[in-house]
Every structure is written in C-alpha cells, then in structure tokens.
C-alpha cells in the first residue's frame, strides 16, 4: 500500500528504508531495532521480514512502472546485501550486484556465533556443569554505532546488541550441549569479549561448590586450620623441617586434601562454626564446618563416597559426617550463628588447694545462668582486638574426682573462652572459677562435647 506520492504506508517500513538508505543492515541488526514489535520470533527472521516486505513493495512499484521501486531493490540489494533484491535487479534489469558492505553495526560479528559456539564447548568441556549463563562484552565503537543510529532513526522498539548475541550464543550452546541456562545461579559463567575487529576472547568463571559437614577431632595436637611457621611465613626452613608449616597436620588439611583430590579444584577454603584449641577434642555430634571449593572440574560427586574417602585418609585423627550441598548464604549463617549457638564443655580441672563437696556445689550454684565478662585473653590478644564480650553460661554440672582435681559439664553461650572461665586469665574473666572459689584453677584437659546445630 502506498500513500499519496508513491510513500510507503507502514511507519516501520518507512523508517527501516531510510535506516537501509543510510546505513549498511544485516538481518539481526534491522530486526533488533524493532525487537519490541511482534513476538515467538527472532531478529534475524524479524529483520528478514521487513525486507522481503520491503521487496514485494518494490517489485509491485517496478511492475507499475514506478522507478521508486528500482531504487529500493537497489538499497536493498547493497546496504541490505538481500538476496532477493538481487535476483529481481538481475532479472528484470539485468544487473548483477555484488556483495555489499559489512553491517555497520555489528560488522557481520553474528555470522561468526557458530564459530564462537564451538570454541566455548572446546573451552568448558574439561568441566562438568548443568548449568550455565552466557554474557558478553562488546567494544564500545560497536555500541556507538548503534546508537547513533537509533538516535538519528528516532527508534524506541530496539534491544542491545549485547543482548541479542548472549542470547544466540546462548540458545546455541542449550542446543549443541543438552545444558540448561540459569540466569540465577549458573554453574559456569561464560564472557565472550568482542574487540572492534571482531577478534574475540572466551572467559570461563567457574562458580565454586559448596559442602557443608560436621567433624569430630578425635585426638589432641591437632590445630584446626594449618599454622604457617612464624620464622619462613610458609615457605619452609630449618625450623620447620622445610614444610613451612608449624604442625604437620590439621583438621583443615585432612577434609580439604582428599576432597580435592576428588573435585580436582584448582583451591579450597574451609570455614568452621568457630574452633577449639589444639589441645582440645571435638567429640559429640562434631563441629558445623563448609568447603568452598573454587573451579572445581567434577561436580557429579556422591557425598558419601567423599565422606568416606576423607574419614579413611584421617586414619582415625578426625571423621566427618552428614555432608550436604550449601550455598555461600549458609557460610554467612554458620559464621554469624557461631558466636551465638550454645556448645557443651567437658573439662577437667586442677586446683591449687583441695576443694570440697559445698565448692563442687557452689559452682553450680554461682555459674548457672551466670553472665560473663571476658576481656580478651592473653594467650589470643596477638590476634584478637582487645575488647570485653558479654557471654552467657546456661548451666554447669560438676562432679568431684579427688582433692584438687574435679570435673565440669559446661553449657554456654559461643564465644566463651572456657580456659579462662576456669582460670580467670589473671582478673580478665569475671566470674570464674578461682575467683568463686578463691582456690588458683587451672584447665588440664578440654573436650568439646557438643555444637548446636546452624544451618
């Protein structure tokens, strides 16, 4: 249909003429600017579209003998680059035109999708992943262009071009890999960078997988994390006997080692629900621990072979139990909860002059349901900020074992240093047991009995 004066009676039509008069357009970069317009279709087949509609226009005008129309095919077939124009131009006047100019967009990049396609799958095959999500990075001449064009054009129905090849790419890579894209929380992130040449990069960010658990510390000796030595910070000497480690083993190192031997990530963090002292066991249902492992290669993993594997490679110094997945939120849970959720305490003290039944009964008695102020101790102070927490300690049972020795079943609050409940740390910790007493004590053994469960 056309107006008075031989215009055609379409606004898109119009305006995707006077784009195609102006600029060169492959079919992705005229759909995409009306991307807005129609749905259940794609750019490319939308831009498609517009010039085959384009076309019969022309070819109706030219059959009426309208030169308008020879002048459209004639657009159409250079900054168009459309076959069908062409073969009209050819058999109605003869001429052959040849291959037009680039797209000034997007200078052809979205003939090179199957090409980019194919180096990703090269690229994350060593990985096992269900998920993924793909974006991109696009040279900003590129994204000048286009709007310039929308600005001079007065286009308001576009989408961006970055949009419109992570989306290609993306369909693509569902097709060819049977994979799910997850606009959430992918397995793998995938950034194709597109340089003004059209040369690009693949990027391939891993997202870590996360393993929450429980371990038992079964023996003494054993800190939780791996202590550097202080002399080489690591890097080993004489001191150390070369292995840049202060202790040999760790609780850490016996759950991280074995599990990345299985995942094959490139590292590891460990992160406790608190931690105890390197003299003390870890014993009850076990202490909340999460792995995070980074790039891992598999994560097609039974968990209870991982369990397994790790408590066979302890040998008995430690075990693990009710492995789980988590997620990064359960890490903030299990670091906050920590210092809140109660814990159970067995220790066995020594005093400096004997003791009595009515002081094994006045302890429970003063203790229970005690608050505590506890200024930082002196053993941690070189790595702790000097300040007084406010702990709570819920109940204590205790039970006399001879004159100067007896035994305490601690309930309290996370955080309380329970050596220096014991002690006093020298007035630092008020109350304790040598201030209720008034009989120096001292903590000979600590056990851990029991963690309360965070996440």
């Not at 131009?89 to 979205?110: H, M, Q, T, W």
């Not at 000497?237 to 850490?252: A, F, I, L, M």
């Not at 305490?408 to 309380?416: A, F, M, S, Y």
Request: with cysteine.
């Amino acid at each position: 249909m056309l107006r008075e004066g031989g215009t055609i009676e379409s606004d898109v039509l119009e305006k995707a003429l006077r784009m195609l008069k102006k600029y060169p357009l492959c079919d992705h970069c005229l759909g995409r600017s009306f991307a807005l317009l129609g749905t259940s279709t794609d750019n490319r087949i939308r831009g498609f579209s517009i010039k085959t509609l384009l076309t019969l226009e022309a070819h109706r005008l030219l059959e009426e003998g309208n030169e308008l129309g020879y002048e459209i095919l004639k657009i159409l077939a250079v900054n168009g680059n459309f076959f069908m124009a062409k073969d009209l131009l050819k058999k109605k006047r003869g001429e052959d035109v040849p291959a037009g100019p680039s797209c000034y967009i997007c200078g052809s990049i979205f003939q090179k999708i199957e090409e980019i396609v194919k180096a990703i799958i090269k690229k994350v095959e060593k990985y096992e992943f269900n998920t993924f999500l793909v974006g991109s990075r696009v040279d900003v001449s590129i994204l000048e262009k286009e709007d310039e064009l929308r600005a001079n054009m007065g286009l308001s129905y576009g989408e961006s071009i970055k949009r419109e090849i992570n989306r290609e790419i993306g369909k693509k890579l569902q097709e060819k890999m049977s994979k799910k894209a997850d606009f959430e929380n992918p397995d793998i992130v995938i950034l194709v960078v597109i340089s003004k040449d059209l040369s690009y990069e693949i990027d391939v960010k891993v997202n870590p997988i996360f393993i929450y658990g429980r371990y038992r510390k079964l023996i003494r000796g054993i800190p939780q994390s791996t202590w550097l030595c202080k002399k080489c910070g690591g890097k080993g000497c004489e001191h150390c006997n070369w292995t840049g480690k202060k202790h040999q083993e760790s609780v850490e190192e016996l759950i991280t080692a074995p599990i990345l031997d299985i995942i094959k990530g490139e590292d590891i963090i460990f992160h406790g629900a608190g931690r105890e002292d390197i003299d003390a066991r870890m014993l009850g249902n076990g202490r909340p621990f999460i792995v995070e492992i980074k790039r891992p290669l598999k994560r097609f993993i039974s968990l209870k072979e991982v369990e397994k594997y790790i408590n066979n490679y302890a040998k008995g110094k430690i075990e693990v139990k009710d492995l789980k997945w988590a997620s990064r939120e359960d890490i903030r849970n299990l670091k906050a909860l920590s210092q809140i959720t109660a814990k159970v305490y067995r220790v066995l003290v020594e005093t400096k002059k004997p003791v009595s039944e009515d002081d094994i009964k006045k302890l429970e008695q003063v203790l229970s349901g005690a608050t505590i102020k506890q200024r930082t101790p002196l053993r941690v102070i070189h790595r702790r900020a000097d300040k007084v927490r406010t702990k709570v300690v819920y109940e204590v049972k205790a039970k006399k074992i001879d004159d100067t020795h007896f035994e305490l079943i601690i309930k309290c609050q996370g955080g309380l240093y329970v050596k220096e409940l014991v002690s006093g740390d020298g007035g630092r910790t008020v109350p304790s047991v040598s201030e209720i007493l008034d009989n120096q004590a001292t903590c000979v053994e600590l056990d851990v009995l029991d963690v309360e469960t965070v996440t």
